[in-house]
């Protein structure tokens, strides 16, 4: 089943298109990556598929729908959107935050209901926060707001999460720990995930398939040893690597090469 669909889409912002002409389709359960250089258009592309970028071209479909036709309430029901650059400034409590995104299923004004704070408190549970609830999200470590922001997420209960960068201001330990969450929670629930990702080690262990954009068009698109070639690499990021295998996993591992070795023979 497809869960995500880009049918020849097009978009920017005012007169200045940054994506062109993209189609791909995700299927149910996948997580799929979204990897290029900077200025490639990887977060507009996002931008776009959480209709936060309105003016385009071309056809996105979400379960088979035209995602300009589904109310905003319903599409909050069915995806979540965790941006790069969210700032959280009120001493939200914990649970406030997550209690915040039950929204789309509370009627009226009416308080969250019985089965909401239950939900809230599973996930909690899950992503081991349950010891935090009280504590506000000024009080705690940057791989614990990550990780109170993903369980935000996941509080939705949605088919379909959109992260732009997730790990980008953790330290390797905390970067692992998201991920491994994240995959554990997607392989339990059947959850679809689109993420930008700029490590493309830990695109290429954490990924089911990869985008590859740059200058706004896809170069290549598929599992991680079809997209993480070195040749490919190097012509899209302007800069010398060697590829090989990950000693466990055996997926594609990605190390850079300072110009001054100049000497060396890639595989």
Known sequence: MVVLEFKNVSAGYGKNIIIHNISFQMKKGRFLGIIGPNGSGKSTLLKTATKVIKHYTGTILFNGANIKNIPVKEFAQNISFLPSDIEIAYPYTVKELLLMARYPFISGFRSPASKDIAIVNSIAKQMGLAQFMNRTILEMSEGEKQRVLLAQCLVQEPRLVIFDEPTAHLDIGYQFSFLDLLKQYQEHSSLSILAVLHDL????????????????????????????????????????????????????????VPASWKNLTKK
């Open 201 to 256: 080690n830990l695109a290429s262990q954490y990924c089911d398939e990869l985008i590859l954009l740059n200058e706004g068009s896809v170069v290549i698109s598929g599992d991680p040893q079809q997209v993480l070639q070195y040749k490919i690499l190097e012509e899209v990021y302007h800069t010398n690597v060697l590829v090989y295998p990950h000693p466990i996993s055996g997926k594609p591992y990605v190390f850079g």
